[in-house]
């Protein structure tokens, strides 16, 4: 197709996948603001955050100093199933812009769970057995993270419990069943399991839930049973941590032919696929050693980097998890259907939110049907169909590449793409059927959810 | 995990991808018999065929003789998007069923279509092309092959008409929307855009259609239009020359690490995954070079080498297509409501059909239940969940696992995992709910399918 020696897939062998997650912490100037208590609005501790999360985690999540932290064996062994992920030079895609632009992008979806979800579930479910628990709880919203803890804690052997918002629940009854498939329970939320799901049906009868509600009773059913903990897929720093294998891998197959990149974009909902991105990256921005652009592309529906306040705020509706600061739309914002359901979140990880508010990063909001109309356009070319989440980076590379086409530029562009669209036909049907619509909140709704935001003095 | 030297998957380079597809004819002793005009029963000429295919697939169809094809550029710049597919160690599955084997797998679902379809689907959408037509119709029942033709379509920009078969068009809706998001039309059979279909509603109004009935709204619909052509996703020689790459890669792979294999074991519905990989392997098994075991695995409720005759019979219930001599259960023969969809045809590849004649090949059939016991086993394995059609050959390859078990035996096994169940999910959730029949037709049944075969004295 052409003469360069970039081939379409950069391969990595399994002996190259990282054997070491990168705690982009560790290196930041800033520190994110740390968890509060959301009573006494003091710094989680330990034996505070242990309570809900698996010792090792709590650990992880509270250490800010350790550059680089050994990933356990068999963990390394459950990645060798679906790792290394494929780094891919868009060719395709190069040639359909007609731009000069070399354009990449790493793919996550090439496993069962169909997103990079797997990346941390595989180590949260890890250091549970590890810790001889039973099992644990967690709440799953589009379904992407519930598939992807099924998964591993069948590998595992441990009790796993999802908590689907309701509305998924019936909408998406495929992801449900892939779930059960892995010998998950999969509980409709609210429901009547839990006191919090039972005060919810009461007060609204006939409520399709929402993800807020359906964190409080996985937390609620962690505590109250022996042997299980709470796990939780985006936005933690634990999970940032994990997910530091997705930058790791297109790091070293970039430096492996020689690639520098000019510009890294992910999609940002809570976090975690961008933040594990762009981690090596970032690291090196701020060490001096290199630079490139970083852009965090959001939902115009849910625009919590571009049109949020950076405050300590909720990460649940409930009002029962720790406060973090963060950019966030108020844990009271109801993020209109938007159908990127993995980035309807109104708030952002916190490591992200200080790199953003340091100027490192950039941010843009991209509106549903220019995503979707990003995604077609991409699918015809590369062959995959991507997950509407990820098919918002996708936007942004292609309107960087016209860009370059525009200005004669040839800058190189590297993308995630974090997962495929296989259980969001639903949403391109509205789109084939030209009966998409975008929903932009007004300034309006996102102040009068801001202003419930808690008051802290920290 | 292991001190064995052969990683978890063993990886080809781009450069690896075969050049050229292996025609198996070329070597066979016994050739398979020709196609024959329905009217005349005379063997099918290159005019003849030329009417309904293209002109260079018409040529394939005939050639018995050239064992190698060079694959033209484009299908190969194509090819590259999912390929090399993976061949991968079965590490998991053997420690989990605890056996001496040495499995492998074959995964070609690592693409959006989900599944092997796509190598033929590119090489006769880039015929058309290459021949100018403006597009090709076809029909799909579970919607894999309609789903790749899509994608290779959109491609070369050929107009691509798929006629599905009305009950999976209402149930499938997923797959219809991959179709529509590529850009093909879809049309739910009978339907009353054609003649066949018009008539077939006037008849049976309220049918649910059924894949004969599609196949000849396919033909008329591409006759019935200046510059199209019908295409056919498996029985032809054709299909079974374009799959060649699954085992041509396959065995390059496994004499890259010095593997031989003891069983070779795929699924057969039309047969054009198995014919593709065993094709190396069978033509050095003819050639005395070396010798293994190949095994064809069948639905029980759809038993054409098990339990069908040997004779010509129609490719289609409409019997428009020309007669192909195969193993056959008639083309009046319904198979029951058997969730791999893409196992449900009455016949056999001509191929397939005289190398099983020939005592070159064994065959089995087993129960959808038990399939679906094993494809579970294997998702919670090896991570990947699969079609219910490959797991027929998951289901064999478990069998004989044990078997080695039991007899201390270290064989070699390799099995063709032809796609992922993604699609499928409504049968993983019969058969999560227990609710999973399975239907083996009686032999009274048979042979009163088998009663109505065409007389054909060739």
């Known amino acids: 197709m052409n003469n360069n020696t970039i081939p379409y897939k950069l391969l990595l062998t399994e002996n190259e996948i990282?054997?070491?997650?990168?705690?982009?912490?560790?290196?930041?100037?800033?520190?994110?603001?740390?968890l509060l208590n959301p009573e006494t609005h003091k710094p989680m501790t330990f034996e505070e955050l242990r309570k809900v999360f698996c010792d090792e985690l709590a650990r992880q999540e509270l250490d800010d100093t350790t550059p680089y932290i050994d990933i356990p064996t068999p963990i390394r062994d459950f990645y060798r199933m679906f790792r290394p992920a494929p780094l891919v030079r868009a060719y395709y895609l190069e040639k359909a812009l007609n731009t000069p632009a070399h354009i990449y992008y790493k793919f996550e979806g090439n496993n069962t769970s169909g997103s990079h979800k797997l990346n941390s579930a595989v180590?949260?479910?890890?250091?549970?057995?590890?810790?001889?628990?039973k099992g644990v709880t967690t709440e799953t919203g589009a379904g992407q993270w519930g598939t992807a803890l099924s998964m591993a804690c069948s590998y595992f052997d441990l009790i796993c419990k999802v908590f689907m918002v309701k509305v998924s629940y019936e909408q998406k009854p495929h992801r449900r069943e892939v779930m059960r498939t892995y010998g998950a329970s999969v509980t409709a939320s609210p429901s009547e399991t839990t006191a919090v799901g039972r005060k919810i049906l009461a007060e609204h009868p006939g409520t399709g839930g929402s993800l807020g509600c359906a964190i409080s009773e996985a937390v609620e059913s962690a505590l109250s049973q022996d042997g299980f903990r709470y796990v939780l897929g985006s936005v933690?720093?634990?999970?940032?941590?994990?997910?530091?294998?997705?930058?790791?891998?297109?790091?070293?197959?970039?430096?492996?032919?020689?690639v520098k990149p000019d510009i890294v974009i992910g999609c940002a909902g809570g976090g975690s696929n961008l933040g594990g991105l762009i981690a090596p990256f970032m690291g090196d921005k701020i060490k001096g050693v290199a630079d490139c652009r970083i852009i965090a592309v959001e939902p115009a529906s849910c625009p919590s980097l571009t049109r949020g306040a950076y405050a300590y705020d909720y990460c649940d509706t409930g009002a029962v998890c720790p406060l973090a600061k963060m950019y966030t739309l108020g844990s009271s914002f109801?993020?209109?259907?938007?159908?990127?359901?993995?980035?309807?979140?109104?708030?952002?990880?916190?490591?992200?939110?200080?790199?953003?508010?340091?100027?490192?990063?950039?941010?843009?909001s991209v509106e549903q049907s220019k995503v979707f109309e990003a995604?077609?356009?991409?699918?015809?070319?590369?062959?995959t169909l991507p997950a509407p989440e990820s098919s918002h980076a996708i936007r942004a590379a292609i309107d960087e590449a016209v860009r370059c086409r525009e200005t004669g530029k040839q800058e190189t562009i590297v993308f995630?793409?974090?997962?495929?669209?296989?259980?969001?036909?639903?949403?391109?049907?509205?789109?084939?059927?030209?009966?998409?619509?975008d929903y932009i909140p007004t300034d309006d709704e996102i102040a009068k959810s801001l202003a419930k935001l808690p008051q802290v003095n920290a």
Chains 1, 2 share one sequence.
């Open 123 to 133: 180590a949260q479910a890890y250091y549970a057995k590890e810790q001889g628990l």
């Open 18 to 34: 990282p054997t070491r997650w990168y705690n982009l912490r560790a290196d930041m100037k800033n520190k994110p603001a740390p």
């Open 236 to 258: 933690l720093s634990q999970v940032v941590l994990h997910q530091s294998i997705i930058g790791l891998e297109t790091k070293t197959a970039l430096d492996k032919y020689g």
């Open 334 to 364: 109801m993020p209109s259907a938007n159908h990127a359901g993995g980035l309807r979140y109104h708030g952002m990880s916190s490591i992200l939110s200080q790199l953003y508010d340091d100027g490192l990063m950039e941010a843009r």
């Open 375 to 383: 995604a077609t356009f991409f699918a015809r070319c590369e062959g």
């Open 416 to 437: 995630g793409l974090t997962g495929t669209g296989y259980f969001d036909m639903y949403a391109y049907q509205k789109f084939n059927d030209g009966i998409m619509s």
